[in-house]
C-alpha cells in the first residue's frame, strides 16, 4: 500500500472482490473498487473463483448489471 497512490471507487457488483481490499482499507467498500491497477487479479466472493456462478471471468468491466449474478448490494 502507498498511501500516496490515489484510490478511485467505482460502483461494482457487491460481490467483486481483489486483494487490495483485504490490505488497503481505503479499498475496503464492498460494492466499490478501484479499477485503475491493470495487473489486479480478482475473484467473486460468491463462487470464491475467478469466474462468477455463471462460468464468465470476474471483472469490473466484466460483472454489470446484464449478468444474472449481479448483485447491486444491500437496498
Not at 472482490?17 to 475473484?43: A, N
Request: aromatic share 6%; with cysteine; charged share 30%.
Amino acid at each position: 500500500m502507498h498511501p500516496s497512490r490515489p484510490v478511485q471507487l467505482k460502483v461494482c457488483c457487491y460481490n467483486l472482490r481483489h486483494k487490495m481490499m483485504y490490505v488497503d482499507e481505503r479499498e475496503d467498500v464492498r460494492g466499490m473498487v478501484d479499477d485503475s491497477s491493470d495487473t489486479r487479479v480478482y475473484f467473486c466472493a460468491k463462487s470464491q473463483e475467478s469466474l462468477g456462478p455463471d462460468g464468465t471471468p470476474v471483472h469490473p468491466a466484466d460483472c454489470t448489471p446484464s449478468r444474472e449474478c449481479y448483485c447491486r448490494g444491500p437496498a
